[in-house]
């Protein structure tokens, strides 16, 4: 229940579907009047200053029924769950009465890219806001219909209901209207001490397919007469398709056609494991030219640092008002890094009557339907991406490749839905990679041992070539009149891409920050969950242990000394009082206690990682014992999404930080497989993570879903630091690089005891 919240309206149109109002035109008309110009209109909430049309988000139909409309796509955030339990609340609904589409070129608003931890913080405040107008405007017709005062109404269980006991349904209140209503700046939230549907651990209402072995994804898709498809990718980058003998191919058992189109090269068959029988022949029969260069990855830290680069001075300060007297310097590297996707990019399209329908698991399906339609030389208008949840995304993966792979088979199959899917080799090899990363970082300590200068430089590529152009995807690249490679650019700050967090949330006197954006990509590269706040929190993270160790402070403590942020103070005190950290402890042999703390983008979500790792010092293999973290995602909705979304970015980062780099050699990508590839295994999954939420009632949603990655992989270096005494700085921290550090830590032992020994028996 909740009372009214009146909305300035000049009409109600009859018409048939939902309710119609536009704005007070009063402003306008005073103006065109001679009267005194209104003030400025205040921005509107979340994607409505995109979107302001309510039906865009919300829908009632006249039998009663109630849909929510997203433009972000689900990809196992959870918020599917979450905007249901927003539009619930906000509408006095039962949860179980909504139904929540998502993004749809055809019915959905355009919301861009399903990235950056928006989701919430931009369609969930949509929402929010458009559910809270909406019901405004029921009650407010429902004051009409009863010839009662609204602010006597009052609405329950989707019905106004007056004083006197007499209801009005929704779908009666809007049976004879169409609902097209213009949103206004502010709505008359609920009071979140009355909340019933938001804050409660809704269960979520994608997992149930999920663990049953039910359709959950696009992979599971299947249509009436659908054909199977595979591509047979060139063998390394800039690869030529001089010769191809496709005659035996094409009468192999169950194949339906064989597409060449440059060095696009495709089977359909009837089933899929004909496709994929027939791929393998077709790959054998296919002669290729190969031309890449790669550079040599076991310098791809040189590498960086020497190509041709553009940089900037993206942060300084300068107060002197402290010296520094003792100064210290690293530098950090990340390698190339796969998405890792368990399932392989999968697409299904269909062209009938001259329109393409394509159902994809891409992030962006406004953007991917422009590059698809120009790659297929068709109007945007005739082509209709509809998301489907793919298994395993975590940002720019081959999904929108596979999208654009499908469309052009679907072409050459007019009518007949053709179901495309890469195979692991192929998403291993072909995927545009998370970006390698170098950072370089020097700071001085003051007499009292806090940070009295600050540097930090950072090397990195572009962190996002998703598609909007043709030119974004392979297919279009690969094709007889292919599609240029749009230039790479940097992603503007606040948000930033590879110099995303590097500006430090710490309060320095002295501070100089520098990123060294490189045009030049290696590799095939784009958006990689987090971006380069992954690998800029580990490296600030990591040198802040550093110099606390060099100061002799206490990690936390040292981290408090220079954070003015409250709200980011009480997380880093939640985090530490839940770890059970104490000054000066120790932990048992071969464990090692490890501490971070970041918030996302400097302006998302705030998150404090502390870990207990074990060491193997005879294998040199570390393993994340447990992990306690706290997060501030401002105002919660559902806190068991929360905790997923936390507890998903500790394994993750976990496995990235321990596992994952991307190999090659000078042609061609080498790690194209699990074997090849690494990832963390169920036998290396900690013991425990507890997650400790901070709840801000009636504060903005803040982005979470990318707020642990850094934080983890920090929290985990430090942790290992402290158990084996030695401190490592390139990524990944694999079981290699620790035993190496161990047995050069013993052979220095060695040394010292044996010169200790001469030494004795000279002086004897």
Request: hydrophobic share 40%; proline share 6%; with cysteine.
């Amino acid at each position: 229940m909740n009372g009214p919240a009146v909305l300035d309206r000049r009409s109600v149109l009859a018409g048939g579907g939902a309710l119609i109002v536009s704005f007070s035109l009063a402003g306008a008309l005073a103006q065109q009047h001679g009267g005194p110009a209104a003030a400025p209109a205040p921005s509107l909430p979340g994607s409505l200053k995109k979107s302001p049309y309510l039906d865009s988000w919300i829908r009632i139909d006249a039998d009663g029924s109630m849909t929510v409309f997203t433009g972000k796509a689900e990809l196992g955030q959870g918020f599917k769950t979450a905007f249901q339990q927003i539009a619930a609340e906000e509408l006095d609904v039962p949860f179980a009465s909504l139904k929540v589409v998502t993004a749809d070129t055809a019915r959905t608003a355009n919301e861009g890219y399903t990235a950056g931890s928006h989701s919430m913080q931009d369609s969930g405040t949509a929402v929010q806001n458009a559910a809270a107008q909406a019901r405004a405007l029921l009650i407010g017709e429902a004051a009409k219909r009863f010839n009662l005062p609204a602010e006597g109404l009052r609405t329950e269980n989707g019905a106004v209901i007056a004083p006197d006991g007499r209801r009005l349904d929704y779908g009666e209140l809007v049976a004879t209207d169409v609902l097209h209503v213009q949103a206004q700046p502010r709505s008359q939230l609920k009071d979140p001490a009355i909340f019933k549907v938001m804050g409660q651990a809704v269960p979520r209402v994608d997992i149930p397919a999920k663990v049953t072995g039910g359709a959950a994804y696009v992979q599971d898709m299947r249509l009436p007469g659908m054909a199977h498809a595979r591509v047979v990718r060139p063998p390394s980058y800039g690869a030529q398709l001089v010769e191809c003998d496709t005659a035996a191919v094409e009468k192999m058992p169950g194949v339906v056609k064989v597409i060449r189109d440059g060095n696009f090269l495709v089977v359909v068959a009837a089933k899929e494991f004909q496709s994929i029988k027939a791929m393998h022949a077709l790959a054998d029969r296919a002669k290729w030219q190969e031309s890449a260069h790669l550079p040599k990855q076991d310098d791809i830290a040189s590498v960086l640092k020497t190509l041709p680069s553009q940089d900037s001075v993206i942060f300084q300060r300068s107060e002197p008002l402290s010296v520094g007297e003792r100064t210290l310097e690293a530098t950090y590297t990340r390698p190339y890094q796969s998405h890792g996707s368990v399932g392989p990019s999968c697409a299904v399209a269909q062209l009938m009557d001259g329109k393409m329908t394509v159902w994809t698991h891409t992030q962006g399906v406004f953007p991917d339907r422009q590059a698809i339609a120009q790659t297929l030389r068709m109007p945007p208008e005739d082509v209709r991406l509809i998301h489907i949840e793919g298994s395993g995304c975590y940002g720019h993966n081959g999904a929108d490749d596979a999208a654009a792979d499908a469309a052009l088979i679907a072409r050459a199959m007019a009518g007949a839905p053709v179901r495309l899917q890469w195979m692991r080799e192929q998403e291993h090899a072909w995927e545009p990679y998370g970006p390698a990363m170098v950072t370089k970082l020097k700071a001085s300590l003051d007499a009292s041992g806090k940070i009295a200068d600050w540097n930090f430089e950072v090397w990195s590529n572009t962190h996002s070539m998703r598609p909007g152009g043709a030119g974004c995807l392979l297919a279009a690249q690969h094709m007889a009149q292919p599609f240029p490679v749009p230039p790479a650019k940097p992603l503007p700050l606040p948000e930033g891409g590879g110099d995303r967090n590097a500006i430090p949330i710490y309060t320095f006197h002295n501070a100089h920050v520098v990123h060294h954006f490189i045009p030049d990509m290696p590799l095939r590269i784009s958006a990689m969950r987090a971006l380069g706040a992954y690998h800029n929190v580990f490296s600030i993270e990591s040198f802040m242990d550093e110099l606390a160790d060099v100061a002799g402070t206490d990690p936390v403590e040292f981290r408090l000394k220079h954070l003015d942020d409250l709200r980011g103070r009480e997380v880093i005190v939640k985090a530490a009082d839940a770890f059970g950290w104490h000054k000066g402890q120790n932990a048992p042999r071969d464990r090692g206690y490890g501490f971070a703390f970041a918030r996302y983008k400097n302006l998302a979500a705030y998150c404090a990682v502390a870990s207990e790792v074990e060491i193997d010092r005879e294998t040199g293999r570390a393993r994340l014992v447990r992990a306690v973290a706290a997060v501030d995602s401002g105002q919660v909705v559902n806190p068991d999404g929360l905790i997923n979304q936390i507890e998903g970015a500790i394994v993750q980062s976990t496995s990235w930080t321990l596992y994952e780099s991307v190999s090659f050699d000078d042609k061609r990508i080498t790690s194209i497989d699990w074997q090849t590839y690494p990832i963390l295994r169920f036998d290396a999954v900690p013991d425990r993570i507890d997650v400790h939420i901070i709840n801000r009632p009636g504060q903005p949603f803040l982005g979470s879903g990318e707020t642990g990655q850094g934080p983890a992989a920090a929290s985990l270096a430090n942790a290992i630091a402290q158990a084996t005494g030695k401190r490592l700085r390139n990524l990944p921290l694999t079981r290699k690089r620790i035993k190496d550090a161990i047995d050069a830590d013993a052979a220095a032992f060695a040394i010292l005891r044996a010169q200790a020994k001469t030494c004795h028996i000279d002086t004897i």
